[in-house]
């Protein structure tokens, strides 16, 4: 009955917070206690109930009972299936107060906030450069050692990120996704849009120091330098 009148006459000497059952007090005195009956078999590691063992012990097993009814994929936790139907249905039910973006994870949240504080708390044992987020220092430290660890299935040239296989690999495929909107000339990059773009603006950003002679492209001006230097 007490589950209907949510009478809790059992109580935690510790911290006073109420339970219907004494059973339920025991389990959690062991929050304030330490106390870590179940242990895995296989690690050693140990759990204050018994379920939280059960749920670990997926990761040894690989067991993944939870899927995704609009894709199949499998997860371990609920709350990862969860995190995971975001994608399909979009939503984003994170908010970032200051500015009001949307996001999926509130973990993204954190790092997306890193903008308007401008805070960068890991930085390059290297050079000292930082960075907003861990991962970064990850792909930035290819700079330093040199690592090409992605290569092109086609001719085998090697590259530090996934991100310059995809541009790369429309040299082969012929691919020219991007296009000039006002002749519609099509580029395999972005940024040779916006460079052919100053054609049809007339735009010449880049000028001489020495006779003020402007160009459209900083390549155009480096050739002109030779000019003046000889």
Known sequence: ???HTGEKPFSCKTCGKGFQNQSDVNRHMRIHTGEKPFSCKTCGKGFQYKSDMNRHMRIHTGEKPFSCKTCGKGFQY????????RIHTG????SCKICGKCFKHQSDVKNHMWIHTGEKPFSCKSCGKRFHRQSHI???????TGEKPFSCKTCGKRFR????INLHMRIHTGE?????QICGKSFNDKKYVNCHMKIHTGEKPFSCKTCGKCFNRNT???RHMKVHTG
Do not use: A
Not at 138 to 144: E, G, R, S, T
Not at 161 to 164: A, C, E, K, L
């Open 176 to 180: 020219k996704p991007f296009s000039c």
């Open 161 to 164: 990120y996934q991100s310059y």
């Open 220 to 222: 155009h001006l480096t």
């Open 138 to 144: 990850k792909y930035h430290m290819l700079i330093h």
């Open 78 to 85: 609920k709350s990862d299936m969860n995190r995971h139907m």
């Open 91 to 94: 939503e984003k039910p994170f």
């Open 1 to 3: 009955m007490r589950i």
